[in-house]
């Protein structure tokens, strides 16, 4: 019983953050990508990287971001890793939300 009151308790206080911060990263990138010469700094790169290892932990079955997405590289397009965040690790961490996590953001 305290290992799932452990883990449920972990959700509750990791995932609102991650939150924050995948949809900070997607309104950077959607600000990027008004430049057409847009590339993706090692930051961005490195942010989103430890964002989908995050998620990944604490949403450990989620086939949306073990299937639907992958880490970025120095390779990866800015619009690819906007349409990654903005479609897929956005909107599933935002499902998994309390609603009441949810609520408190605005």
């Given at each position: 019983m305290n290992e799932?009151?452990?883990?449920?308790g972990e959700l509750l206080l990791r995932l609102p953050p991650l939150y924050d911060s995948a949809a900070s990263l997607e309104i950077q990138l959607e600000s990027a990508l008004r430049h057409p010469d847009a590339v993706l700094t090692a930051p961005q790169i490195g942010v989103f990287n430890q964002l989908l290892a995050d998620a990944r932990a604490l949403?450990?079955?989620?086939v949306a971001l073990r299937e639907d997405i992958e880490e970025a590289t120095e390779n990866t397009r800015p619009a690819d890793l906007y349409h990654d965040v903005k479609?897929?690790?956005v909107p599933t961490l935002h499902n998994a939300l309390p609603p009441d996590?949810?609520?408190k953001r605005g």
């Open positions: 799932a009151f452990s883990e449920e949403l450990p079955n989620s479609t897929t690790l996590a949810y609520d």
